[in-house]
């Protein structure tokens, strides 16, 4: 009997798991142990809480994007010939601002900055402001098949005085102005570029005739991207890397001209980055305290035979 017991004791010890936490740490120091699993228990359902909330909000902010993709989609395809060619496309843009039907007269004060084009669209008083003109025609512009980015034009002191677009068109980059509703062009008639309106010559002689016309917007301080929100930083970084080549992708533009899309950007940014953070998580519980946490995939295949597997 007691050479059976005995038998029946080992062969029940080999059956026990190899996967299964090892309490080896715990023995050895008991409250120190303790407190690392609080920790990270605490720490692990923290993340995975902010990890579902922000995968909520990316959803959230791609139904945002889709919508307003949708919105402008209706516009432009109101507006720009499909098979024109680029110059006429911005010709088209630039009408439409300039002769827009009935819109709201007057926006709210809370949307004197708005970067959002389903209102920048809609108000006549926004569409006569640099900055959300800029917006309205590059979100357009980008609708339209142009590849678009806006231009920052500056004052001595680094103050943002004017704000026109650049429109890739014959492999140069030409200004546009939104709210004189005009292509910057030489004597020649042909399209003028940042660069060339950065000659004073040239400067002069394209804008004369514009009435209203500030000679303050000038082209020789122009940048694309704005970095003194960043406060010390970004005057830091403009002064140490001067303008990188970075800041001319047109992406960025339609990015600070979007909220949608930058939300999107944001939200996906930072559920990428708890994702990472999470499988750190998991691999520290798992090499230095011993925990072992349960798949994802384990848990949906458990759900899914809860859910449809028939019952005997």
Not at 63 to 76: H, I, N, P, Q, V
Not at 156 to 175: P, Q
Not at 255 to 281: K, Y
Request: overall charge positive; some cysteine.
């Amino acid at each position: 009997m007691k050479l059976a017991r005995s038998a029946s004791v080992s062969i029940h010890h080999s059956q026990i798991p190899e996967d299964l936490p090892s309490t080896t740490a715990s023995r050895s120091g008991p409250s120190k142990s303790g407190f690392g699993h609080h920790v990270f228990r605490v720490a692990w359902y923290g993340v995975n809480t902010l990890l579902f909330i922000a995968l909520l909000t990316v959803l959230w902010s791609a139904a945002w994007e889709y919508s307003t993709e949708r919105y402008l989609k209706g516009f432009s395809d109101a507006i720009i010939p499909v098979s024109a060619a680029p110059a006429q496309k911005v010709e088209a843009i630039l009408k439409w601002m300039a002769h827009t039907p009935a819109r709201f007269d007057q926006a709210p004060e809370s949307m004197s900055d708005d970067r959002n084009p389903t209102d920048t669209l809609n108000y006549n008083s926004l569409l006569s402001v640099c900055g959300t003109a800029t917006n309205a025609f590059l979100n357009l512009a980008y609708t339209g098949g142009l590849t678009a980015r806006r231009l920052l034009l500056l004052d001595a002191n680094r103050t943002t005085v004017h704000v026109v677009a650049e429109v890739f068109i014959g492999g140069r980059w030409v200004v546009v102005d939104p709210v004189f509703h005009i292509i910057f062009r030489g004597v020649n008639g042909q399209m003028l570029t940042g660069d060339q309106l950065a000659n004073p010559a040239i400067f002069s002689a394209a804008t004369k005739d514009i009435a209203g016309y500030e000679p303050t917007y000038v082209y020789d301080r122009a940048v694309h991207i704005r970095l003194s929100h960043l406060g010390p930083l970004g005057r830091w970084l403009r002064e140490t890397f001067g303008v990188s080549d970075w800041e001319r992708w047109p992406i960025l533009s339609l990015i600070m001209e979007r909220e949608s899309l930058e939300a999107l950007i944001l939200f996906a940014s930072f559920a990428l980055f708890l994702v990472i953070l999470r499988a750190a998580l998991r691999w520290y519980g798992e090499a230095q305290l011993g925990i072992r946490t349960e798949r994802v995939r384990r848990k949906l295949i458990r759900v899914r035979r809860v859910l449809f597997q028939p019952a005997d």
